[in-house]
Each structure stands twice: as C-alpha cells, then as structure tokens.
C-alpha cells in the first residue's frame, strides 16, 4: 500500500512539473522585458529538465549490483514471496503439489509473526474459547467474538497470509439466510478473506448461497467440535465404513457446493488420502496424516503454550510455557532485589 501510494504521489509532481512548464512557457511569450525573459526561458528549461529526468526514474529499473567477493558466504535461503494468499493461491498450491501451511492466531501481535514467518493461512478459529477464554468447548465463544478477534489478526497479517474466520455455533445452524448474513458480518467487519463452517451435506445450501455472494468458504469434516455433544467424545472419526462413506460423500458436495478448502480433523490417514485425490480443492489436515495438501495446529499446541494438552497429532516446535515462566521469575525477582530499573533504564 505504501509502494503504492508513493507511485500516484510521484504521478502527481510530474503533472504539476509540466503544468508549471506550460505556464512559465506562456508567461514569457508575453510583453516583458529581455531580461525577464532569459529568466523565464531558464526556468521553464530547468522545469522541463526535472519532468524528463523524473519520468526516465519512474520508467527506469535499475539492475542489481552483483555480491561482491566478501559478501557473507552463508547459505541465506530465498525470501517467501509475500504477495498476498487467496483462493486462487491455494488452487495452484494444489495443482502445483505445494504444501500449504495454516496455523491458528487471534491477535495482532502474534499474526503480524506469523505473516512474516510465511504462514500461508491465519485461522481466527472458534478454538479461542478454549485457549483464550478457558472454555471447555468451543460452544460458548458469540459471533460478535469471533468478529473482534478477527478484525486484529487481518490487522496483523499485512503481507502475505489469508485470514480465514470460524463461524462459531448457532451463528449458521437457524437458517441458511441467517448463515449468509452473519459471514456477511464477518466479510464486512473484519477484512477478512473467507469463513469456515462445520458440517458436511446439510450445509451444502449455506455454502453454495454465500460463494455466490462472493463470500470464499472453508469446509469442515471429521471430528467437528461444535457437535461435541452429539458425537459424545474426541475419538477419532470415520474409522467405521458407513462413516467414511457418508464423509466421503460430504466432501464432494461441500466441493460441488463451492467450497474452496476442506479441514479434514481427526480421521484415518488412509481416508484422508483418498478424500484429497478425490477432490480438487485443498484438503487441510489435524490429525489426518501427511497426504492432506496442507495441515494446521492451534498455535498454542504448536508453540508448547498448553502443556496439559497432549493429542498424537500435535507436533511441538517450541516450549513457551516454561519460557514465559522463568522470564516473568527473573522480573519478578529483579524487582524484589531492586535490580531493576537500573541506571541506565531510567530517565
């Protein structure tokens, strides 16, 4: 946006430039001394100048200066290219056998790491009534919730990632109007890229009425959290033949329906494998083996933040817990010793 808006400024001096050159080139056809005349005539050649010179900037791209013999030898691996995430993306993510990362956040600040980090996908998921308000289940967080912490992680994802938010319980399950109006609400109040919504064929209607708004959708089979009551448990799904069936099912028509991605949570690798070959858009796997074209983790798992939670499927690529712990134990005790502020902390 930046870039951007710094292009039209420079568009606008140039045409003031050439503005001021016609006019100073009129004021010295006019009856005014020789004098004068000299100056307007120098003037409007410096004008000129500045315009040409300008636009031979704008229109010039200047070829990189080659690493020069005592550059740092390291290996620096290429730059991800932050041009932003959409449906598209992940189309020819899929296409191309490019895996597609996604990671829960439900702030600015940690949104804003993952995007640089190169996440391709932030899920504002209904999770955050489990490891932001300490729910049990994700059944109590509001949709006005989920609109507010939606709105921060679109404020922190400026580069590269899609930002994706759940449609929590009974936001859709009344009626498909009343699905379609509150992903409206969604779309509209928090620059989001897309909702997810649980549910397989009886959601068909809701997904197929908000694609053809233009609102991008997210399907969402296997272990569904929001009927956690109605399933009786976290054990994994479509182990049985009639289940696997009917989600294979499921799949297909949330696909038809106009879906773009699929989460497949929970259920037999070998069934998720054979979903993702099946469909031609994304599959994005918790708990669902390595053959999904993308997985995600709630990044509290991920980054060792829950440490009562331990399911097969989470793979711990830090231990913040413990960080934070002996970090708020130094403060705490640097203040209790008076060594902190120190001098040179102070004003």
């Not at 990632?161 to 929590?168: F, G, L, Q, S």
Request: aromatic share 6%; glycine share 8%.
């Amino acid at each position: 946006m930046i870039c951007a808006h710094r292009s039209s400024v420079n568009r606008i001096d140039f045409a003031f430039f050439e503005i001021a050159v016609i006019v100073i080139r009129q004021a010295g056809n006019s009856n005014l001394s020789d004098p004068i005349h000299k100056g307007i005539d120098a003037r409007a050649d410096f004008a000129t100048f500045l315009v040409s010179e300008n636009r031979m900037k704008s229109q010039t791209v200047r070829p990189r200066k080659p690493a020069s013999d005592s550059a740092d030898k390291r290996d620096i691996p290429p730059s991800k290219d932050t041009r932003r995430v959409t449906t598209r993306t992940v189309r020819e993510m899929k296409k191309r056998g490019e895996k597609l990362a996604m990671i829960t956040a439900y702030d600015f600040t940690f949104a804003r790491l993952f995007d640089e980090a190169g996440a391709d996908v932030l899920l504002v998921g209904d999770s955050l009534s489990n490891v932001i308000q300490g729910n049990e289940t994700t059944i109590p967080v509001t949709l006005d919730e989920m609109i507010y912490h939606a709105r921060l992680v679109v404020r922190g994802a400026r580069e590269h990632a899609m930002v994706i938010c759940d449609m929590p319980f009974m936001s859709f399950q009344v009626s498909v109007e009343e699905g379609f109006r509150n992903a409206g609400r969604i779309m509209k109040e928090t620059g989001a890229g897309g909702v997810k919504i649980e549910g397989g064929e009886r959601v068909a209607d809701h997904v197929h009425r908000m694609s053809e708004a233009g609102i991008p959708v997210m399907g969402h089979l296997g272990l569904t959290p929001q009927s956690i009551h109605q399933f009786g448990s976290y054990r994994t799904r479509g182990i049985t033949k009639e289940e696997a069936t009917r989600m294979k099912h499921d799949a297909k028509a949330l696909e038809d329906a106009g879906c773009f991605a699929l989460v497949l949570e929970k259920i037999p690798t070998a069934l998720a494998k054979e979903i993702t070959d099946s469909l031609k858009v994304s599959t994005i796997g918790i708990g669902a083996g390595p053959h999904c074209d993308g997985q995600v983790l709630v990044m509290h798992d991920m980054l060792g933040l829950t440490e009562e939670f331990h399911p097969r499927f989470v793979r711990r690529y830090a231990s913040l817990a413990e960080t934070v712990r002996e970090a708020v134990r130094n403060y705490d005790s640097d203040i209790k010793k008076g060594k902190f502020p120190s001098e040179g902390e102070s004003y």
